[in-house]
């Protein structure tokens, strides 16, 4: 069966006309940070092939999924991750798979893995072996915490990587325990950092003519987020906490009539602008007109703002500060999101029909480019649905070979 | 000498506060002349005057070139030289025009009008430099119903919604905190300029990249955004739980404020933490016999690990689970983190050497999280002092000659010396520590940093 030219250029291979529209990658991620470092290549128009192991990336069974049915094609992270991509199977315990995933290796510029580092020779994805196949190849290897050091080989989930970051003592609230962030967000840093230093890695290759192995820790990734921790650590000895239980009202979530806001004195404007518009006298007085004052005075300014807070709902007090530049902001909601006239106009979702899983509205792009944004929207794909076509066109394989290979269970 | 990726390309840093500055030191350390452009008179929006708590200055001492001597400022702006202009003056505007003109990539994070006003927006830059690459960052981004809205990530983070996901059990809303969203903005700058630094050499075109950190928090959100979409579900408050997982939490160990986390996702990782905790009947309680009962009975399950760890050290009780399979790591402090043996191992930490005047010595900073096989990152120059840089960029990059620049320097337009600013009335750590805003003050941490310059007294 011949695919027409149409169809050629609308799958997600397709050339898109991106900003990376040259670049060719294998995604060999599992889960949430290869995959995510994958699909910001796809979004600036990378080509991009994820190669799943035959029961499929382990992303696809995590939840929570759409309709709340455990489905390997339902996975809402695996929905959002894999958009752009084209999906093949391939059993990398088997010789036979080893030699086609280094066949594949000699067609792509960047390779992006999230293996445990301990299993990389196992899988073919060793220094020697990559480079014997491509020299010219990046590969992008993404752990918990790096490929050395004495906790290269721990396990670890969202939640382990963000403790032993650092970042996890510094939020909640001091006087309860730590709290993580959620949704996976170690993973999602990760994931973009890993972009960002794979294209660094490509663009020395533009002059050097060699790839190489880019190595992302997960939890360093989140460590890099402690720019005021450390630097009091280091500065002063001093050590930073969590939010402190009582007096620290400013820059942090306080309760309003309908929800929660964060009222700021930061910005170019008076404090009084913030009084007046919270509509208390009290807050003008000269213990709070300074930042050095609203800090000693912490409790009382607390006090005074929960009573004015009760007045206001949380969306007209974020508009009517905002407009008078004071940099408010207000706790959203999923729905809120959604219907958020800004984010609308902006067109920063977009209507992605998944043939199993059915249709949603998915944040689109991180960016919004003068060139106009490339991200075209295919679905996240069907486990293996375009092995043929990739092993007939890339690997140019006959269709009697590719079911044998089938019927050995390698694809 | 490697030949670092970067090197060779110019980047004119227009940027202030925590995103796109931190962003521009990466470009740096990767090999690119970046050039931070200052005003001696506009330094209270950046960071080299501390915040409203003041500092950190070294040593917790401002002194007098307290401008020279802030923590953050540094990290932030390291690998960099300093340009000072006052771009409310013809001839300050008139040489950033020329120093832009010979720039790959400008960064800047002004509300739209700023740029606009000063005539440096992206069409007008491009008429200086046609294939320049330029960011703009905001918080909302250059159009849409919010664009003039001002934006710091401590009021953006809850407005792109984590605070419907992020919290103890049962809610309120929390935070991340940490200008979290401000990070996202960093990666995705670096993510971005890369992208089109590839885009420019295949195509010979510029492009402008219009960085909305609102757009980018909510794109870190997508996945609670979809269970909405797909299922209906506003939020989910779980503390440090999991939806599937358990035991998933936060243990108390030894010590004020020490905890440990703990993850088992399977029963035979289960069944190693029944061992190790030396109560291997454990593993046949029915109550926690599989994953779902284990949810189901998280209460009980998760006070019998709180009494195993709470007497156990936090590093001990992670060494002894991952020996046997199971995901446990401490939750570590910055202190704990500049004397963690993995990164010390990993050398994450750069040390960097200050100048002479400013008496702030060598200090340990944060690095990078990635490293490259084929060339190491050398240590960065310390931040620029205060336009340090001028008369090499006045003078050799632009060609301007000494009466030009006597000229700038008398009417103001350079400086090497802050003319907007008091002499900050910094919140002593001390004072810092009574209020809750610090926890504790290490009286040694120059000892375990082993810190050999001679504090400021």
Redesign the interface.
């Known amino acids: 069966m011949n695919e027409t030219n149409q169809e050629k250029r609308e799958h997600p291979g397709a050339s898109s006309g991106g900003l990376l529209s040259n670049v060719r990658v294998l995604d060999l991620g599992q889960g949430v940070s290869g995959p995510f470092c994958a699909r910001l290549l796809a979004d600036q128009g990378a080509e991009v092939i994820k190669t799943e192991p035959l029961e499929g990336d382990l992303a696809r069974r995590m939840g929570p999924f759409a309709g709340d049915e455990a489905h390997s094609e339902k996975s809402i992270p695996f929905l959002y991750l894999n958009t752009n991509k084209r999906s093949i199977t391939l059993d990398l315990s088997t010789a036979r798979g080893r030699i086609l995933l280094h066949a594949l290796v000699r067609w792509a510029d960047v390779l992006v893995e999230n293996f445990e580092p301990k299993l990389r020779t196992s899988l073919g994805l060793d220094d020697e072996s990559l480079a014997a196949a491509n020299p010219r190849l990046v590969t992008t290897s993404i752990s918990n915490f790096g490929s050395t050091g004495p906790y290269s080989d721990w396990k670890a989930t969202d939640l382990i990587t963000s403790a032993i970051s650092g970042l996890m003592y510094h939020s909640g609230n001091a006087d309860r325990e730590p709290l993580r962030s959620a949704l996976s967000q170690s993973l999602y840093v990760a994931g973009i950092n890993a972009a960002a230093a794979t294209l660094v890695a490509i663009y020395r290759r533009l002059s050097t003519g060699k790839g190489g192995r880019v190595d992302v820790s997960v939890a360093e990734c989140m460590t890099a987020h402690l720019v005021q921790a450390s630097a009091s650590y280091a500065y002063t000895g001093g050590l930073r906490g969590r939010r402190p239980a009582h007096g620290a009202p400013l820059e942090e979530l306080m309760p309003c009539q309908d929800g929660h806001v964060v009222v700021s004195a930061q910005g170019s404007q008076p404090f009084n602008t913030v009084a007046d518009l919270i509509g208390l006298e009290e807050l003008k007085g000269p213990m709070f007109a300074s930042a050095e004052g609203r800090i000693v005075n912490g409790e009382a300014l607390e006090h005074l703002i929960l009573d004015g807070l009760a007045h206001w709902k949380k969306n007209e007090l974020f508009h009517a500060a905002n407009k008078q530049r004071l940099v408010f902001g207000q706790a959203q909601e999923p729905a809120e999101l959604y219907s958020c006239p800004h984010l609308n106009e902006r067109e920063f979702f977009a209507s992605v029909n998944h043939p199993v899983a059915g249709a949603a509205k998915y944040p689109r792009d991180l960016i919004r480019l003068s060139e106009g944004s490339f991200a075209t929207r295919h679905p996240a794909p069907i486990l293996g649905a375009h092995t043929t076509e990739v092993f007939r066109e890339i690997l140019a394989l006959s269709d009697a070979e590719i079911e044998q290979l089938r019927s050995l269970a390698v694809i | 000498m490697v030949?670092l990726?970067?090197k060779g390309l110019r980047v004119i840093d227009l940027s202030r506060v925590?995103a796109m500055p931190?962003a521009a030191a990466f470009l740096a350390d990767?090999g690119a002349e970046v050039i931070k452009v200052e005003g001696c008179a506009f330094l209270s929006a950046d960071t080299r005057l501390g915040g409203?708590?003041?500092?950190?200055?070294?040593?917790?001492a401002p002194g007098e070139l307290h401008y020279e001597r802030n923590?953050?400022f540094?990290?932030?702006n390291r690998g960099k030289r300093s340009l000072t202009l006052d771009l409310n003056q013809a001839a300050g505007l008139e040489t950033l025009k020329k120093l832009i003109a010979t720039a790959d990539i400008v960064i800047e994070n002004f509300t739209p009008r700023v740029m606009r006003k000063f005539g440096l927006d992206?069409p007008n830059l491009r008429a200086l430099r046609p294939d320049v690459i330029m960011v703009s960052n905001t918080?909302?981004?250059h159009?849409?119903?919010?664009?003039n809205?001002?934006?710091?990530a401590?009021?953006?983070?809850?407005?792109?919604?984590?605070?419907?996901?992020?919290?103890?059990e049962g809610g309120?809303?929390?935070?991340?905190?940490?200008?979290?969203t401000d990070?996202?903005a960093s990666?995705?700058a670096?993510?971005?300029v890369?992208?089109?630094?590839?885009?420019r050499?295949?195509t010979g075109?510029g492009?402008?990249?219009?960085?909305?950190m609102?757009?980018?928090g909510?794109?870190?959100?997508?996945?609670?955004?979809?269970?909405?979409?797909?299922?209906g579900?506003?939020?989910?408050w779980m503390?440090?739980r999991?939806?599937?997982?358990a035991p998933?939490n936060?243990y108390?160990c030894k010590g004020h404020?020490r905890?440990?986390?703990i993850?088992v996702?399977d029963d035979s990782e289960w069944r190693a933490l029944c061992a190790v905790i030396g109560n291997p009947e454990l593993a046949e309680d029915v109550r926690f016999i599989d994953g779902p009962s284990r949810l189901k009975h998280q209460d009980a399950l998760d006070a019998l690990i709180c009494q195993w760890t709470t007497p156990l050290d936090q590093y001990e009780v992670a060494h002894r689970l991952?020996a046997v399979?199971?995901?446990?790591?401490?939750?570590?402090?910055?202190?704990?983190?500049?004397t963690d043996?993995?990164?010390m191992?990993?050398k994450?930490f750069d040390h960097i050497e200050h100048s002479p005047e400013t008496e702030v010595g060598c200090?340990?900073?944060?690095g990078?999280?990635?490293?490259?096989?084929?060339?190491e990152v050398p240590t960065p120059s310390a931040g620029p002092r205060l336009g340090e840089a001028n008369n090499y960029v006045l003078r050799e990059l632009l060609g301007l000659g000494e009466a030009e620049i006597t000229t700038m320097t008398e009417q103001g337009v350079i400086g090497t010396t802050p003319t907007d600013a008091p002499v900050p009335?910094p919140?002593p750590?001390a004072?810092?520590?009574r209020?809750?805003?610090?926890?504790?003050?290490?009286?040694?941490?120059?000892q375990r940093?082993k810190l050999d310059s001679q504090p400021l007294k």
């Open positions: 030949n990726p970067l925590f931190y990767l409203p708590f003041g500092g950190p200055w070294a040593d917790d923590g953050v540094h990290v932030l992206y918080g909302y981004g159009s849409g119903p919010f664009s809205y001002g934006a710091m401590a009021s953006l983070e809850p407005t792109h919604g984590s605070g419907a996901f992020i919290g103890y309120p809303p929390n935070k991340i905190s940490n200008s979290y990070f996202l990666w995705t670096l993510y971005s890369m992208a089109a630094l590839l885009y050499t295949r075109k492009l402008w990249i219009d960085l909305a609102y757009q980018v909510t794109a870190f959100m997508g996945e609670g955004l979809l269970d909405y979409a797909f299922n579900r506003a939020n989910r503390g440090n999991h939806d599937v997982h998933h936060t108390p404020d905890w440990v986390t993850a996702t991952q399979g199971v995901a446990a790591g401490p939750v570590l402090d910055a202190r704990d983190l500049f043996p993995h990164l191992a990993r994450f200090r340990p900073q944060l990078r999280p990635w490293s490259f096989s084929d060339f009335i919140v750590v004072e810092q520590l209020l809750g805003r610090l926890v504790e003050l290490d009286p040694l941490y120059r940093l």
